[in-house]
């Protein structure tokens, strides 16, 4: 009997597994692969984390990650403007993080299972029961989601959101380029956006979502992107003088960002297994890991005499996402509803930029929070 399961190995899942088991839980993790591998993610992590970073020992300072202070927004047409980040943030790869992170779950007392799926949880009497892909079982007092933005165990769960398909996908290079390393740029295009950010060795960061009918209508990945990404003259720039690092991208087809519950079947979702931001709000990464905390705090404080209060961390950790996460989250959907792959929209939005820079930064720390330790 474990303490606490914890499905998926992503952020979310590593920094609760690392605070929990620090503070002394019997925790067991569950990740499908086996690190390092990529993910299909913008590698930028915005400063509000910093400090409960450093304050953790969980700052991978040793990649000596990039340093971002500056955003550029381009339209479609390729007008664009720039603007200090007032908060600014980090690169640095799910590939070498990710990895770092569980190598410190591991040394913090978490038993790690790579390559395993957990194809079922049932909540019976006063214990969760999870069944793997091997058909092994095993029990836990408390199950914490991690494991991502559409899986099949959502589709056992039989989850609200899964019954919508969503039409976005997403792909995502390395590179070498000579793009500013203190830069995180935002290129629109028809039917999309794409992002380009340095992350660690002089390496960065391309990524982009697009709806899958455009790549119906041209017939392959790469045919999209010289057909429509390219007509951006900054990305036809980036594609045409620049070393991929890649055989072939990382994609992740139907990306939803349809509302998510926090809490579902008495399982305590975290990251984007309760809520996924839409990308062109650069704080996904920064989210994940301030959600870890907020429901490792709510764990930590409601164990006692060897129990855990799990309705009292329902009501505490619902409340504590809501108040953190549901306004920015909403709010990254109305933009994107009115920005995304529009070439007027993202025409006008780089004009406004231009002429009324405080606008954009309060756009900014609408979707942000506030530093934490």
């Known amino acids: 009997m474990y303490d606490i399961a914890i499905v998926g190995g992503g952020l979310a899942g590593l920094f609760n597994s690392i605070l929990l088991s620090r503070s002394g839980f019997k925790v067991i993790l569950f990740e499908k692969k086996q690190y390092p591998f990529h993910r299909v993610c913008g590698e930028y992590i915005s400063n509000e984390v910093l400090p409960f970073l450093e304050k953790q020992d969980l700052f991978p300072a040793h990649l000596e990650p990039s340093r971002i202070d500056r955003l550029i927004i381009s339209s479609s047409s390729g007008s664009q403007f720039s603007t200090p980040l007032d908060l600014g943030g980090f690169g640095v790869s799910r590939f070498a993080y990710d990895h770092w992170l569980a190598q410190k779950a591991m040394a913090s007392g978490v038993e790690l299972l790579e390559n395993t799926t957990v194809q079922d949880i049932q909540f019976q009497g006063d ?10 079982e095993y029990t836990s007092k408390l199950v914490i989601g991690a494991h991502g933005k559409r899986t099949k165990l959502d589709k056992q769960l039989n989850r609200n959101f899964i019954r919508d398909h969503s039409p976005y996908v997403g792909v995502k290079y390395h590179l070498k380029t000579d793009s500013p390393s203190d830069t ?19 390496t960065y960061n391309l990524c982009y979502l ?3 009918d455009q790549i119906r209508k041209h017939g392959s990945i790469e045919q999209t992107e010289k057909n429509v990404l ?15 690092l890649f055989d072939k991208p990382e994609v992740i087809n139907e990306v ?30 920064a989210m994940a890991i301030r959600s870890a905390h907020l429901l490792s705090q709510q764990i930590i404080s409601n164990y006692s005499n060897g129990q855990i209060d ?3 961390v329902i ?11 549901k306004r920015p989250m909403w709010i990254g959907r109305k933009i994107q509803w009115m920005y995304f792959g529009n070439p007027l929209a993202s025409h006008i939005a780089v004009l406004t930029g231009k002429i009324a820079k405080p606008i954009a930064k309060v756009m900014i720390k609408q979707t942000h929070g506030e530093p934490f330790s």
């Open 127 to 136: 214990q969760f029961n999870l069944t793997t892909s091997l058909g092994t």
């Open 184 to 202: 995180i740029a935002l290129h629109n295009f028809t039917g999309g956006y794409c992002g380009i950010s340095k992350v660690e060795d002089d």
């Open 210 to 212: 697009i709806h899958r």
């Open 230 to 244: 390219q007509k951006n003259p900054h990305l036809n720039h980036l594609m045409t003088n620049s070393d991929f």
């Open 256 to 285: 939803s960002f349809k509302a998510k519950e926090a809490v579902y079947q008495k399982i305590l979702m975290t990251g984007d297994s309760a809520g996924t931001i839409t990308p062109l709000s650069g704080n996904g990464m």
């Open 310 to 312: 799990l309705d009292k």
């Open 315 to 325: 009501c505490g950790y619902t409340t504590a996402w809501d108040v953190q996460f």
